[in-house]
């Protein structure tokens, strides 16, 4: 059974940096790409980034490029997401999901993607 687990949410200060975890089970994360998205409170559930199987390219939407990282760990068959320069805005709950592809795409469409996680609350707050 493929199941994801994301954690590494809480709150921190705006300025601050967090590390979130999506650890995957019942499949390898190598041969698979993997996105997160996040939804704030009366939003829709937004992509956020993606890395692609095998030769890891990433995508990021455009509000967290240069300040968020995607990236993977084969050992700990987990990938990650680095958030620095947290504001405000990027307050939400963050999943983790599998792509049906190999290749992330230039979009995150939701319905290209499944097995979803519980998510990870992150608060960014003075």
């Known amino acids: 059974q493929l199941q994801l687990v994301e954690s590494g949410g809480g709150l921190v200060q705006p300025g601050g940096s967090l590390r979130l975890s999506c650890a995957g089970s019942g499949f390898t994360v190598d041969y698979h790409a993997i996105g997160w998205f996040r939804q704030a409170p009366g939003k829709e559930r937004e992509g956020v980034s993606c890395i692609s199987s095998s030769g890891g390219s990433t995508n990021y939407a455009d509000s967290v490029k240069g300040r968020f990282t995607i990236s993977r760990d084969s050992a700990k068959n987990t990938v990650y997401l680095q958030m620095n320069s947290l504001k405000p805005e990027d307050t939400a709950i963050y999943y983790c999901?599998?792509?049906?592809?190999?290749?992330?795409?230039?979009?995150?469409?939701?319905?290209?993607?499944?097995?979803w996680g519980q998510g990870t609350q992150v608060t960014v707050s003075s």
């Open positions: 999901a599998l792509r049906r592809h190999y290749v992330c795409s230039g979009s995150f469409v939701l319905a290209d993607f499944g097995s």
